[in-house]
């Protein structure tokens, strides 16, 4: 360990030189444990932990709680009372970092003001950035921990030994760590949980920062999955999803023959009346796994199939490694899953994406006509192969462009909504919905849903007739 001028204890920092590394060595397994004790450290103290970004950090925090619980910690809803409060942090896009820097400044004022012996920690995908934590150690003092996505699992010490030398420690791995089961988790749904499969992703798109801040490729032990999802199952949940940066992936960095397509069956067979998984790369998506969702009516008809972009010089320039023809005879294939609907990602304004380029971007849309899309403008990130590429277009071209998109995918999710009007659709009941007196839900196509219904069925999986469709959303009524 070394001890810093400045105060803080740094066990290990970023290094993006690692992170970009890729070894063929297999991951080890180990396996959680806390020592006792650090079991009281959090006793008669509150926590608050805030989550940005995607699922996989949403699961990530649902660790993190269950940790800070396991050390006598109860959660505050005020992120501005709480004892310990933990930002668990996004890198994907500029607005992303820019709200966890904005939460920050907000956290140290009130630390000067009412709330003197806040702890204040910063996790996730920013923690494993170099220059974030350069940042952190030189500006931001008050930041009492630092810890990144492949040593979560040490929060417990890192944040005892914070507490205790009352200095800034940091502690990030640049190098994957192993893989750690038997964390506990506090999950934030009492019928809808996430899985993780597989973590890291090996795919180098130009435009992402992923494979930095999440490591290389690792699959989790198809035995340790399915324990879990029979437990789940034991537990009553209804619905499971899948997760991963590239879950089609799963298992090719195993020694096995096993792959996504064998693991949506076996989670399939678990009973589990709900199947999700996410992220999927059109490049890893095989017929096989097609196959396999026809075949079981637990796995649901909803595909996320990033596209990225409609021209085939620009998916180069990004490293997608198909082009917009295999896309669509893939998206093509899927359509022949009874009642799919098929979401994607798009982004605009790449380097050098020309008019014309986001024209045949418009094109794909005008045949694809996904049921769901989110769109973003192109963040530069460093440490990604994008950020070196020549970029003439103006921010407000892209606006522009950004704008025209979302007027045309929109208008296919309304239409996409309308077609659902008069039908009688399965739901997963969530909760009461903000709409007064209504409850909501999501189709087995993953679309929401707001009905009027009989409050006992939260939790259940129901009938209910479509009655009206928005864009974002449809209305109905319990049959
Ligand atoms: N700029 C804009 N959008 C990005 N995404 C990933 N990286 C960037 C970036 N640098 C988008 C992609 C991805 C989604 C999760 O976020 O569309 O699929
Ligand atoms: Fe954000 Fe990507 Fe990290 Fe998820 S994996 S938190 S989207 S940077």
Redesign the pocket.
Known sequence: MIELTNGSDVMELPNYKEARKRNTEIVEKEYYEINDNLINIGLNKTYHVKTYG?QMNEHDTENIKAMLEQLGFVEEVDIFKADVVILNTCS??ENAHNKAFGMLGRLKHVKEESNKNMIIGLCGCMAQEEKVVNDIMKKYKYVNFVFGTHNIHHLPYILDKAIKTKKQVIEVFSKEGNIVEGLPSKRANRYKAFVNIMYGCDKFCT???VPMTRGKQRSRDKDDIIKEVNKLVKEGYKEVTLLGQNVNAYGKDLNTNYTMANLLEDVAKTGIPRVRFM?SHPWDFTIDMIEVIKKYNNIMPSIHL?V?SGSNKVLKLMGRKYTKEEYLELFDQLRTIPNVTIST???VGFPSETETDFEETLKLCEYCKFDNA?T??????EG?AALKLKDETTLKEKEERLYKLNELVNKYFLESNQKMIGKVVDVLVDSKSEKEGMLCGYTDTNKLINFYGDEKSIGEIVKVEVVDAKTWSLDGKQK
């Open positions: 995607c994907i896009r435009y992402c920062i992220t990033p990225q990602d798009i982004i989110y973003f403008i192109f963040s530069p990130r990604t």
